[in-house]
């Protein structure tokens, strides 16, 4: 169920464009939950969303205690494929600079040397997580 009105024209928050279209639809399969998430493209700037994301106080229920665990065994050292990809694609992209990880759980995402020419941030809702992300790999890690 989306959460704006049918009339407000749907509009790329980075470009401002209307030309979207639906990108990906499927349910949350880390919780093997069948309610169908779908994701929103715009042909414009390439910018993807979800539409009608949870609402803050709804966050707990996809972010809790076992999302978190498998955040914290990949900055163990273990092998979590659905990250390798995105994160190899960003340093190869640049040498260094400043990374901004949404949703940084426990600092995954920065887990090792590749990321020292980095001015490391993340925005995490877990007060913990925030906490073992931000004395784990230096970052700056904003809670909320």
Known sequence: ?????????????????????A????????????????????????LVWQDSPPRPEEMSNHYGTDYHRVGRRVR???????????RQRVLEMCKGGALLDIGCSSGGFFA???????????IEISPNEAKMAAESTGAQVFRG
């Open 23 to 46: 990108y990906l639809r499927a349910p949350d399969r880390f919780h093997l939950r069948k309610q169908v998430y779908q994701l929103i493209r715009c042909d414009s700037c390439s």
């Open 112 to 122: 090792d040397d590749e990321t020292e020419d980095w001015v490391l941030h993340g």
């Open 76 to 86: 163990r050292g273990g092998s979590f494929e659905t990250l390798a990809s995105p």
């Open 1 to 21: 169920m989306s959460h704006r009105q049918k009339t407000e024209p749907v509009l790329s928050v980075l470009c401002e464009s209307t030309n979207i279209a």
